[in-house]
């Protein structure tokens, strides 16, 4: 079936660092790819998404790109902050709208 | 605008016991649905529902069951607490049903014990 690996954590940063989480996926067809982020104590928010081969997704300094020929959506950001600590899931949408999530990987960022 | 609620944040089980995990949406989203999160497996999908009257089971749906009489709310049902379902359960809506973004609710804390 549909699946999502991610790069695995914890991914420990000091503060203005280049950040790369590395995100692949497998499924039949052509599935919508997102980024959601978990902030301590709280439930995901959408970060980014990519409906089609080669569309880029941008927000808050994060970028992704959708990429066919590798399978991959891996998310960057140019200079992280300490507020950017969280977890990170990569998902696919699967079947129309249910989201297939990778395990998350842990952001760590040191001031 | 509340978005999506859920209750209670926190719940201690003992094994058999029975629960209603609850879920309200006021953003008139027809589509709901409920994850549960594990440590390194991320979040998998239990049941799901499409609109008022219809539901469907996810990824993992033993042990669980759902019904959705209003668009508002969608309760999670647990009928015999086990131990196996002691993890972080996490309501879900979407105003598409199709690739649309899903706004989470913050989250219940179960333990099963």
């Known amino acids: 079936g549909d699946s999502v690996t991610q790069m695995e954590g914890p991914v420990t940063l000091s503060e203005e660092a280049f950040l790369t989480i590395n995100c692949t996926y497998t499924a039949t067809g052509y599935p919508s790819l997102f980024w959601y982020v978990q902030y301590p104590g709280e439930g995901l928010q959408l970060l980014l998404k990519a409906t089609k081969a080669d569309d880029k997704g941008s927000n808050k300094g994060f970028e992704a790109t959708y990429r066919k020929e590798t399978t991959s959506f891996h998310l960057e950001k140019g200079s992280v902050q300490v507020s950017d600590s969280a977890v990170y899931f990569c998902?696919?949408?699967?079947?129309?709208?249910?989201?297939?999530f990778g395990a998350g990987t842990i952001l760590r960022v040191k001031s | 605008n509340a978005g999506v609620t859920q209750t209670p944040k926190f719940q201690v089980l003992k094994t058999g016991q029975s629960m209603t995990l609850q879920c309200a949406q006021d953003m008139n989203h027809e589509y709901m649905s409920w994850y549960r999160q594990d440590p390194g497996m991320g979040l998998r999908l239990i049941h799901y529902?499409?609109?008022?009257?219809?539901?469907d089971q996810g990824e993992v749906p033993n042990g669980y069951n759902v019904s959705r009489s209003t668009t508002e709310d969608f309760p999670l049902r647990l009928l015999s607490a086990a131990p196996s379902q002691t993890s972080v359960y996490f309501c879900a809506s979407s105003y598409s049903p199709i690739g649309g973004e899903q706004f989470f609710g913050p989250g219940t804390r179960l333990t099963v014990l």
């Open positions: 529902s499409v609109g008022a009257g219809i539901t």
């Open positions: 998902a696919l949408i699967w079947g129309g709208n249910k989201l297939v």
